[in-house]
């Protein structure tokens, strides 16, 4: 390596830490001085109790118990034996952070023994997986897989690919299961229905997907806990956020703030999380950073282009991060005007600032998920904004990647709601022609006594009309 090659990598390297640094100094003046952006959040006495330090995931007797609570549901429905593939299913009820792509991946629960998970995996995560919750792991190699072909055992082959889903079931004909029925996450497309009717042709395979999606979209107190500790997090972050902006004001870019919010967030949240390194602890942790964007682009609810924008007086600034903590957690996002600000800017912030209100107030236990929609969608036309209405106001807040899940605060969803789901707030406003979109985020949390946002980021002006 060059002299000049080793004194650039040194000084890259020596920006990134003193970010770091710079972002967690700036946060402390601000809580020194009892000051700073921290000093406007906004206690609600509504919130549930966040999750203790200490508990940065939840633990292997919670997603047991979760699995021999879907037993019950499936014994129910005549099943013998639940098969998931789904990396949605897998993770929730193994509790093993892995995805498999490409690489197909199975999970075996026979109904009527208890706490055993037998997987049919890919080579590639067996340390994973042995490490975690496994009573046996069958693996193939990699995929796709040639007959007989172990490198890691010495065993070359190559050429046939071998057909996984036939080698699947044969591993459930050894488990006794050829004449079970089997309830599956999935519907078998006709060329896994010819093979499983060569190979296990008095077996029965029964959908029982939605049956998973309902236990999963009802968050238990655990995982509200952990959500809620997460939105803890996010309250500083967004605080530390807005602090940035008025401390860099037109100096900085868009980009710029994107990393600066998530180097300091992930150096809070690391600090409290417990982990050595090793497999399963520190998992499923985020704080994204790449769509926080100034401008125009802004306008667009789906993007496509790169956010590298300077703070400009006069335009919007989106300041968006996915916060998750285990797994747990939501989006976050706020908007902000900076200073002069257009009359039309300001109605289109109020009219999405008391759509987020009526989110929050027409969301109960028992409401159609339609009627809310309705609802907002009605306010935002009667304001004049029907122009700039480009999707539904929320959607079902998934675990770990699942990200967007049923039901959908939208006006072509009836499903009742309940209480323990979460939705998204997004009654975003979006006007391409003057460059300006407004489209907060949060998690809306249904409880007995009607919708809770757990951010404590208010929707107010003195928190989003800013001057710099």
């Not at 009717?197 to 107190?221: E, V």
Request: charged share 25%.
């Amino acid at each position: 390596m060059n002299l000049s090659r080793r004194l650039f990598i040194r000084a890259m390297g020596l920006g990134l830490a003193g970010a770091g640094m710079a972002a967690e100094n700036l946060a402390r003046q601000q809580r020194k001085s009892g000051g700073g952006s921290e000093a406007l959040l906004v206690k609600n006495p509504e919130h549930p109790e966040p999750a203790a330090l200490g508990i940065d995931r939840l633990p292997l007797s919670w997603y047991q118990n979760r699995v021999r609570q879907l037993k019950e549901k499936a014994a129910a429905l005549g099943v013998d034996a639940i098969l998931f593939k789904t990396d949605a299913n897998i993770v929730y009820f193994s509790g093993c952070f892995r995805s498999g792509g490409e690489r197909p991946t199975w999970v075996l629960f026979p109904v009527k023994e208890r706490d055993t998970i037998y997987w049919y995996s890919p080579g590639i995560d067996r340390d994973l997986i042995a490490s975690w919750w496994s009573t046996e792991n069958e693996y193939y190699f990699c995929y796709p897989h040639a007959e007989g072909g172990f490198p890691n055992r010495g065993i070359l082959a190559k050429g046939k690919p071998a057909d996984l889903f036939a080698w699947l079931l044969e591993g459930l004909k050894k488990r006794g299961l050829a004449e079970k029925t089997i309830g599956t996450d999935w519907t078998l497309d006709p060329a896994q229905r010819k093979t499983a009717a060569g190979l296990l042709p008095k077996a029965r395979f029964l959908d029982i997907g939605s049956t998973c999606l309902g236990m999963r979209i009802i968050k238990t107190p655990d995982e509200i806990a952990l959500t809620q500790r997460a939105y803890r997090y996010f309250d500083k972050i967004h605080a530390f956020a807005r602090d940035y902006v008025l401390e860099r004001g037109t100096e900085a870019t868009d980009f710029e703030i994107g990393q600066a919010l998530q180097a300091y967030g992930i150096g809070l949240m690391m600090k409290d999380v417990q982990s050595d390194g090793r497999p399963h602890k520190g998992v499923g942790i985020e704080v994204t950073s790449h769509y926080v964007r100034a401008g125009v682009a802004s306008a667009y609810p789906h993007p496509n282009q790169f956010f590298y924008h300077r703070v400009r007086r006069g335009e919007p600034l989106y300041i968006n991060t996915d916060i998750k903590l285990g797994g747990y957690g939501g989006e976050g996002y706020r908007n902000y005007l900076i200073a002069p600000w257009t009359a039309h800017q300001e109605k289109m912030w109020q009219v999405v600032a008391d759509s987020v209100r009526i989110m929050a107030e027409e969301a109960k236990a028992g409401r159609a998920c339609c009627d809310v929609a309705y609802k907002v969608h009605e306010y935002q036309i009667k304001n004049g904004m029907q122009n700039f209405i480009y999707h539904r106001p929320g959607h079902g807040q998934g675990q770990v990647e699942e990200g967007h899940q049923p039901p959908f605060l939208s006006l072509g969803d009836e499903t009742e709601i309940q209480e323990g789901m979460m939705f998204s707030v997004e009654p975003g406003l979006f006007d391409e022609k003057n460059g300006i979109g407004i489209n907060p985020s949060d998690n809306l949390l249904i409880t007995k006594k009607g919708g809770v946002l757990l951010s404590s980021v208010p929707y107010s002006k003195e928190w989003s009309f800013l001057k710099v």
